[in-house]
């Protein structure tokens, strides 16, 4: 365990609930470059305020304990983990894991993390394909994409990653059992690439990119098509005015098509009926994660930047201490 | 009556059916226009064939039968009533109107034809809005548009509507009961104009133009709100390569919006329910309908063209015989 615990002398974070906890691991996710913008809008998530650390979702050992329910040693998942070796945290909204699980810790961030849960909403609950469809699924090996695949199969439905590397497009295919995928740096033009892995068009589109390929995929889509937008990461460095239009929108009505934004957050009501479900498949090996574990707080910053060069193989984690 | 029953000579039309028809009334519908785009796509209807009558929603009169169910003198609607004054149509999808209804002829091309009913799907099938939702319909005073704001004020809604002249902004709030209504034309920073409308952001909103105004809409939607698209009249004209693009689509993911297309023909088996609420609400007089009706059947051009010109007061018809 590491640190100097200078967040502790920070006067500027309230000191509300549980006492000190000490970061073991913290996830590093897509949708953190929407709350830096500096402007309101697109995801909609609060903006980090000036000279405080940044929060994710994380994980951590409790130090020292005001309220009754956390003991020293508790180890505790916090949506809200400042990025941070050391830092007080409200109990409000921790979680503790229970120390008799035989699940490894990273699992808590990937697949029964934010990741793992915003793939259950898309496929579980708003998606629903029937078994037999025609799934895509963008950033197939990203950590919403690997999951989310790997949930398509279980339901039974042929299912088609685009991802940014060809290590990825054995990845996703070797591992998590996707039926096709393709490299979208080398098979640019989507509109090909889509004739040729669905010839029988799509009716599941998972979005995590947005741009060009969400405007392509509207000419493939079938008859009473979904499309799930769980993210646009092709999108997020870039200020609306400069974004890729979509122009094939009409399609929506000739068939009938529904499109759906979502945050996880809006399904929390959810969120025990998720864990059950995906510890279960862990359990039974019915869901793999795939880990890139980066180790040291000070490898924060370039592991955020690899999630947007297509550079990281699996969800990326950063092991803050042990 | 008036024709030459030039078409009852064209062997090019097959002899299935009931005999021939007088054509009394046809609907000049939007959606023509990308039936004749000479590509497939958008809207995915067929496109009318080389050398024959483009047809559409019309209302007949029987002048000779083969078939049992049908009698001279009947009066009948046929969906795909080809443009001419007299034809030979099959039976399959004619639909006698009671001789003993009071309800007046137009109305069947309108609130009890495809605009309506593509306003009824859109009001109370799929965006369902709440008593107090803030509902935004485009193309306003439009076929579809003048009955979509009278069911959501029905439903209890603030409805504010999008047309494209003055008189059409009094129309709709003198006799449609819109709450609001703008110009395009003169308001034509939407931004803006939405914010002024819509102080409460947009829970509800009823694309029927597309383009820029869907774009912009995006920046003034609340948590959880619903587009429900039936047409984009304001891209009929142009090839998707030359769409305005819609950038802000990522606010989708933020405020989980649902966006959905349809073509009212997908909702037929609703048709019956819809018929007898709307016949319900016109004789209560609580759907009041708005006609164009321009006379013989060779102002169908010219008809057709006005769709696109904001010229056009009310649901267009041709009457090409009484």
Not at 20 to 30: N, R, Y
Not at 51 to 59: D, E, P, R, S
Not at 99 to 109: C, E, G, K, V
């Amino acid at each position: 365990m590491r640190g100097n615990g200078s967040f502790l002398r920070n006067p500027r974070i309230p000191f509300i609930g549980v006492g000190t906890a000490s970061l073991l691991l913290i996830s590093v996710d897509p949708y953190l470059r929407s709350t830096i913008t500096g402007r309101d809008g697109d995801l909609y998530l609060p903006r980090p305020p000036l000279n405080k650390a940044i929060t994710g979702f994380g994980i951590g050992r409790v130090v020292r304990s005001k309220n009754k329910n956390f003991n020293e040693g508790d180890i505790v998942i916090n949506p809200f983990s400042p990025v941070a070796e050391y830092s007080i945290v409200p109990a409000d909204f921790l979680r503790k894991i229970d120390p008799t699980t035989d699940i490894a810790l990273p699992n808590y961030l990937s697949c029964l993390g934010v990741p793992g849960f915003t793939a259950w909403v898309a496929i579980e609950v708003l998606g629903n394909p029937k078994p037999g469809s025609n799934v895509f699924i963008s950033a197939a090996a990203g950590g919403v994409g690997m999951f989310a695949g790997q949930l398509a199969k279980l339901k039974g439905c042929r299912v088609v990653g685009s991802t940014g590397s060809n290590d990825k497009v054995q990845l996703i295919k070797d591992e998590f059992g996707y039926d096709e995928g393709f490299n979208y740096h080398e098979e640019s033009d989507f509109d090909v690439a889509l004739a040729k892995y669905f010839p029988d068009g799509i009716d599941l589109y998972l979005d995590n990119v947005g741009g060009k390929l969400l405007d392509d995929v509207l000419n493939h889509v079938n008859k009473g098509a979904h499309i799930v937008i769980s993210g646009m990461i092709s999108q997020y460095n870039t200020i609306p005015a400069e974004r890729e239009g979509v122009k094939n929108l009409m399609n929506m009505v000739g068939k009938d098509v529904k499109m759906q934004g979502f945050l996880c957050g809006s399904y929390l009501n959810q969120f025990g009926e998720f864990a059950q479900q995906m510890e279960k498949y862990i359990k039974e090996e019915k869901i793999k994660p795939k880990h890139k574990i980066n180790q040291g707080i000070e490898s924060f910053f370039e592991s955020f930047v690899s999630l947007f060069s297509s550079s990281n193989l699996g969800k990326v984690i950063v092991q803050v201490a042990t």
